[in-house]
T-cell receptor, first 111, second 111 residues
Framework: DVKVTQSSRYLVKRTGEKVFLECVQD?????MFWYRQDPGLGLRLIYF???????EKGDIPEGYSVSREKKERFSLILESASTNQTSMYLC??????????FGPGTRLTVT | RKEVEQDPGPFNVPEGATVAFNCTYS??????FFWYRQDCRKEPKLLMS???SGNEDGRFTAQLNRASQYISLLIRDSKLSDSATYLC????????????FGKGTTLSVSS
């Protein structure tokens, strides 16, 4: 079974802190994605990566950056957390086929 | 026009009912189509792919109408366990790029 894991299920951070969200997949997938999900807004793509060290902006990249140094790991970085970044963050991975596998999500609260 | 549009619902139906969800997409060059299911506070998971010829998986039937850019999901004999949010998903015309998710339709099945 494909497994996508995220470093934390729940996280509470203070405004202005630098936040790292880690995602690891175990199926050698080329493509990895970070989304945030908010009530009424659905899943919104923040960044994605189709190869090591490659990244593409999604629909809402402002305030975020990413890192992909190894194929299995894709990190989302909030350089200076703000309260409007309180959300559910979902990581996903996908091979050249189209089924996309999601991690369990990190519920981030910024106070 | 939004890329993928769904009626958000909620659809409230009794057990045993038949319910249909619709989805429209704006990019006529879209290649592949899916329905994902997301349970409350869980990650989305693939429910089924959607083909032009239509496909059926038990009580679930998915249809695609490329001319009208319309996708549907029919659930027969609804169960309590079908209560979830159903996400319509479309791939753009380039392999390796991100899936496009609708905001989802919420189904609540009651006894």
């Amino acid at each position: 079974d494909v497994k996508v894991t995220q470093s934390s299920r729940y996280l509470v951070k203070r405004t202005g802190e630098k936040v790292f969200l880690e995602c690891v997949q175990d199926m050698d997938h080329e493509n990895m994605f970070w989304y945030r999900q908010d009530p009424g807004l659905g899943l919104r793509l923040i960044y994605f990566s189709y190869d090591v060290k490659m990244k593409e902006k999604g629909d809402i990249p402002e305030g975020y950056s990413v890192s992909r140094e190894k194929k299995e790991r894709f990190s989302l970085i909030l350089e200076s957390a703000s309260t409007n970044q309180t959300s559910m963050y979902l990581c996903a991975s996908r091979s050249s086929g189209y089924e996309q596998y999601f991690g369990p999500g990190t519920r981030l609260t910024v106070t | 026009r939004k890329e993928v549009e769904q009626d958000p619902g909620p659809f409230n139906v009794p057990e045993g009912a038949t319910v249909a969800f619709n989805c429209t997409y704006s990019n006529s060059a879209s290649q592949s189509f899916f329905w994902y299911r997301q349970d409350c506070r869980k990650e989305p998971k693939l429910l089924m792919s959607v083909y032009s010829s239509g496909n059926e998986d038990g009580r679930f039937t998915a249809q695609l109408n490329r001319a009208s850019q319309y996708i549907s999901l029919l659930i027969r004999d609804s169960k309590l366990s079908d209560s979830a949010t159903y996400l319509c998903v479309v791939t753009p015309n380039q392999a390796g790029t991100a899936l496009i998710f609708g905001k989802g339709t919420t189904l609540s099945v009651s006894s």
